[in-house]
């Protein structure tokens, strides 16, 4: 049998963070949806497609090997995505302390409305600090964000012209 996993984010924009937790999962798992979800509690600097277009061209380029699936979820619970497609695990990046007391009682509701299991994974030393946040910030403020996103992002951003 298959384990399906789910890595949720807003992705906004992707960072080598994010694609370090997801190669790591595809590791991990037989199938890997890569999912972009709208964060109500978020103003998002880029659409859910252009996050997906994004999300698409830096695991290509990052070379990034298992069953991948990159798409949107916007309606609805995230449970109900991974009922859907079968999956029994939801990934998570975590790189402090606020990010565990932030997921803690998601990874709770989650198992009690659909069994779906959450595992946590900490970031590789190097990214431990980065954030799309802290991304956008510095690229509206017209800083180089080459270090913290794929070479995909990091060419968007310098033809974008940001708010």
């Known amino acids: 049998m298959s384990t399906v996993a789910v890595v949720p984010g807003s992705f906004d924009p992707v960072t080598l963070g994010h694609l370090d937790v997801i190669e790591r999962a595809a ?51 995230l449970v109900d995505y991974c009922t859907d497609v079968g999956a029994s695990v939801l990934v998570k ?40 946040s802290l991304v956008r910030q510095v690229a509206a403020l017209g800083g180089d964000v080459s270090p913290y996103v794929p070479p995909a992002v990091a060419d968007y951003l310098a033809k974008t012209e940001l708010p």
């Open 27 to 77: 590791g991990l798992f037989d199938e890997v949806h890569v999912v972009v979800v709208h964060n109500p509690g978020k103003e998002a600097m880029f659409p859910i497609a252009q996050r997906v277009t994004l999300l698409e061209q830096a695991i290509a380029q990052a070379g990034l090997k298992g069953k991948l699936v990159v798409t949107s979820w916007s309606v609805g619970l």
């Open 93 to 132: 990046g975590i790189r402090s302390q606020v990010d565990v007391a932030y997921e803690q009682p998601m990874a709770i509701v989650n198992r009690n409305l659909a069994g779906v299991e959450t595992v946590f994974l900490l970031p590789h030393p190097a990214n431990a600090h980065v954030s799309s």
